[in-house]
């Protein structure tokens, strides 16, 4: 019987709209399905009594949410509790009919005149006396991105109808901890009382005043906002301010519909420019938004400060590492100082003028491989180095701008999640074997014992200084999930995970073991911010970077996207939509600067951009099964973060450098690029479905992909995975740098491959649950 948060089995899911409301009526309307309950006799032995079994029957009516711009009546309900919003804080029951109970006198106190009789109406409210199974009730029913029907376990609202009011009552009720009201409802926090007159008008009912209500707590961000309050006015408070802005986007986003369909009307061929455009009239009217979204709150503020600091710190180190790799490349014509002040340049106009400004661009190894290149061609040729490299860059830009005014980021609607993952996986695996690749190289150097002036203190530390900085960051990172201090306290601290390893493990390996000599990055050349003149021009060198140009334009193309659509998922729950076109656009521009002045070129990264996502974000446990998985939401998208970070950075790049930044050992640098690849596997499928692969059987997550999908498939689909990223690996890591430059070709060519032969492989039935749409 579904009462008490128990629904009956779930119909089809073809059956259900992307989010609807589920009402059990178990004594409902004419017409309506109705739950009955039928006694069998079922005979125990053949000589003895029958004993007595229950049948019990229960139907689901699937209900439209409430539009309040269309519903007079639902504003007018909303208007009348808000005039006098009777809410109940503090319930430490545990049961149905003592958290109805309460409800109940809470109302009888606020209205005195109502004389209410407590039993009378928990009686019209249950339909079994003995456990008080509840008779009808609506909760949230949603439809998630693979089509799975799923209940809202967080709020339940309860219909009663009685002869003892003659007008609508409403009571709302937050719990201090979650109440398990059954199956479908295990972690209730908000519980709606309607108490309606058993003769009422049609629009007035009992079941119309709880899709009234229902609807609203079907928003997750106002049931995160909510849970904030801490006494009846504060809540009465955000419960006015979120129900205006429900209502504000629901118009806005009528509006926005009329004006797509009839944009699809008028422009039904495609037309130069037309994407572009179109990301422009999506994003421009949110742009002075971007600066104050999340300013007016101290956690928003707190949020957007923490969320700096890490983008500072996950930024500058990671600058510092790869200007000791440009460095060595180009013999120091690009070095550590330019890749410093490559990414605050780009940070910046990119805060300033991207589309998708959640997004963090940066130079990436693969950007590396390409200047190498053009070092060893312009080296072998007698080529002027910085000439031949702002061709190549110009080239590059050229090839974006095009990509960007002919929509080619339309292509990326069939890259699918498997395809981002892999990637995500592959840059997680590059940041790890650069780490590893530092260590053997610090052991193979230091650590021996046929010289004299081996150090085997060195490599120790510097293995103790690297996973020092990894766990540390890890712990912190993880502290979230701990049972201390408070839930905002603990995701206060889990914010800062990152600058505090970084600094703890550098003044441990710069003071603590300030006798032990470890290497640190050094800058002594403080001429590079001068503008380098060009050499002479030739033909041959504008065709020769063009090939060269065209791969590296590739590579940023497929680079930006991807990180893009990661950024863009739908889980993420943003609200002001995606700029593929004009992003591009604008890196585009960025490189064609950062090539002229011999700045290393950039591009939406990974795992910076999703990471930076969740660091602005409002996140929610919940428990399936015992398996517990967080879910964002609600997003701060501002610009703020990238803006002020890369503020910090210019000024890194002006004062602090050569001194202060000195200071970081080497392998703390590597640590950090450990971190970042540990915590990047977080939220992706690839990896823990690997991990299945040594995980027994019956601690497998219930997951839709293990509920939907044969396990040998499930194992099947991840070996086509691996196979994919091996090919990835074995180009990226081998000792051939033209062979390196072929990169995002393969990349590209992960995506027919998922089209075209995936389907051949493994069936489309399964491959739906294994392999969810992309973010765009």
Request: charge should be negative.
């Amino acid at each position: 019987m579904a009462t008490g948060g128990d629904l009956p089995p779930k119909t089809p899911d073809s059956t259900f709209n992307s989010r609807t409301l589920a009402f059990i009526p178990l004594a409902g309307e004419a017409g309506e399905e109705k739950s009955r309950t039928y006694s069998v006799a079922k005979p125990v032995e053949q000589d003895g009594p029958l004993e007595c079994h229950s049948l019990s029957y229960t139907s689901r009516k699937l209900l439209p949410l409430k539009h309040y711009h269309n519903e007079a009546r639902a504003m007018k309900d909303i208007q009348k509790f808000l005039s006098n919003p009777i809410i109940l804080f503090g319930i430490e029951s545990s049961t149905v009919h003592d958290i109805v109970a309460e409800m109940i006198s809470k109302l009888s106190s606020e209205k005195p005149h109502l004389k209410l009789k407590t039993e009378n109406i928990i009686a019209s409210l249950v339909e079994d006396r003995s456990d008080y199974k509840l008779m009808e009730i609506m909760q949230g029913m949603k439809t998630n991105d693979r089509g799975e029907c799923q209940t809202e376990p967080s709020f339940v609202t309860i219909l009663c109808s009685s002869n003892e009011v003659t007008e609508n009552h409403v009571v709302m009720c937050l719990v201090d901890n979650p109440v398990n009201l059954g199956h479908g409802a295990e972690e209730i926090h908000f519980i709606a009382l309607v108490l309606s007159p058993l003769k009422e008008k049609r629009i007035k009912c009992a079941l119309e005043v709880a899709r009234t209500y229902s609807t609203l707590l079907a928003d997750v961000k106002l049931r995160h906002q909510l849970k904030g309050a801490t006494n009846p006015t504060e809540f009465a408070h955000i419960f006015e301010l979120e129900v205006h802005r429900i209502y504000t986007e629901e118009r806005a986003s009528e509006e926005k519909s009329i004006d797509h369909h009839q944009d699809i009307g008028e422009n039904k061929k495609w037309c130069f420019g037309y994407d572009l455009l179109n990301d422009i009239r999506r994003r421009a009217p949110h742009y002075l938004s971007d600066f104050t979204e999340g300013m007016k709150t101290c956690a928003g503020v707190q949020k957007i400060i923490s969320t700096i600091m890490f983008l500072f710190f996950s930024l500058i180190i990671p600058c510092i590492a790869f200007g000791v790799l440009f460095s060595s490349l180009t013999h120091g014509i690009i070095d550590v100082r330019k890749v410093i002040l490559s990414q605050a340049l780009s940070g910046l106009l990119f805060s300033l003028f991207g589309g998708q400004h959640l997004l963090v661009i940066r130079t990436t190894i693969p950007l590396t491989i390409f200047t190498k290149v053009i070092y060893s061609i312009s080296d072998e040729s007698e080529l002027d180095f910085h000439t031949f490299y702002a061709l190549t860059g110009l080239w590059t830009s050229v090839f974006l701008v095009i990509s960007s005014l002919t929509g080619l980021s339309n292509l990326m609607r069939y890259c699918s999640r498997s395809t981002e993952e892999i990637f995500a996986l592959f840059v997680s695996i590059a940041f790890t074997v650069d780490a590893i690749k530092f260590l053997a190289d610090e052991f193979d150097y230091h650590f021996c014992f046929d010289s004299e002036e081996c150090s085997a203190a060195k490599s120790l530390l510097s293995l103790l200084l690297l996973l020092g900085t990894v766990l540390i960051g890890c712990e912190i990172y993880n502290f979230r999930f701990s049972p201390y201090l408070t839930a905002a306290k603990r995701t206060l601290v889990a914010d800062y995970a990152l600058p505090v390893a970084v600094l703890l493990m550098a003044f441990t390996g710069s003071w603590i073991f300030r006798k032990v000599e470890m290497g640190t990055f050094h800058d002594d050349n403080p001429k590079n911010f001068v503008f380098e003149e060009w050499g002479e021009l030739t033909t041959g060198m504008i065709f020769g970077s063009m090939g060269i140009g065209f791969m590296q334009g590739l590579l940023i193309f497929m680079d930006q996207n991807i990180a893009a659509s990661v950024v863009n998922s739908p889980s993420n729950r943003l609200k002001k939509g995606p700029a593929y076109h004009w992003d591009i656009l604008v890196v585009a521009i960025i490189n064609a600067i950062m090539s002229v002045f011999g700045l290393p070129l950039v591009h939406g990264a990974l795992p910076h951009s999703p990471l930076h996502v969740r660091a602005l974000a409002d996140v929610e446990e919940r428990c399936d099964h015992g398996h517990v998985s967080e879910i964002i939401v609600d997003v701060r998208e501002t610009r703020v973060t990238t803006f002020v970070s890369h503020i910090l950075i210019w000024i890194s790049a002006l004062f602090l450098i050569p001194k202060p930044l000195n200071f970081i050992p080497i392998p703390v640098l590597y640590g950090l690029f450990v971190f970042l690849a540990i915590v990047a596997l977080d939220d992706l499928e690839l990896w823990e479905r690997l991990l299945l692969v040594f995980t027994e059987q019956n601690s497998y997550p219930p997951t839709h992909y293990i509920r939907k999908v044969p396990q040998k498939m499930v194992h099947y689909f991840t070996l086509v995975q691996l196979l994919q990223l091996a090919v990835l690996c074995a180009v990226s890591f081998s000792g051939y740098p033209y062979l390196k430059m072929l990169f995002p070709a393969f990349l590209a060519l992960m995506i027919p491959i998922r089209l075209k032969l995936v389907p051949k492989l493994i069936s489309e039935q399964y491959l739906d649950a294994l392999d969810g749409p992309a973010g765009q």
